[in-house]
């Protein structure tokens, strides 16, 4: 993402509440946020604005990816296993799923138990469209991650 900008997280969290508020009211049946298409999980207290929007709104949905694998990330796989319904956040690395708490999304070199994206092999036109970073629990292989 050569273009990329990266903005400064004062006043994010009270945004992102505003937003969610307003797309909830919008949509009524429920929404799903992908979180962090560029950028991660910077601290507990955010790990903690994500659980406490999944405890005030139970029609939101989140999924992504994180890198972190310390003190945060095992907040996040937290936030896995207390709102499996609602929350999938994949951790980054070339390893096996376990299917519960720490799920994985690999690179093109991973060789264990995966599924390769179907969006990027042509095999469906969007991420909309298919799904399955959001319901499958085995690794995810990306062919560019």
Avoid at 59 to 71: M, N, P, Q, S, V
């Amino acid at each position: 993402m050569p273009f990329a900008h990266r903005f400064d997280t004062v006043g994010l969290m009270e945004k992102i509440e505003s937003d969610i508020e307003f797309f909830l009211a919008k949509h009524k049946k429920g929404i799903m946020v992908r979180l962090h298409v560029l950028g991660d999980f910077y601290s507990t207290e955010y790990v903690l604005f994500w659980e406490r929007m999944l405890l005030n709104h139970p029609k939101l949905a989140i999924f992504g990816f994180t890198a972190r694998e310390d003190k945060i990330g095992r907040a996040v796989n937290l936030l896995n296993i207390r709102f499996s319904d609602r929350c999938v956040i994949r951790t980054s690395s070339n390893k096996e799923s376990d299917g519960i708490s720490k799920i994985y999304a690999a690179n093109e070199s991973f060789e264990g138990k995966s599924f390769t994206c179907p969006e990027q092999t042509g095999k469906v036109k969007s991420c909309a469209d298919c799904g399955l970073c959001w319901t499958a629990p085995k690794t995810v292989r990306f062919l560019s991650h």
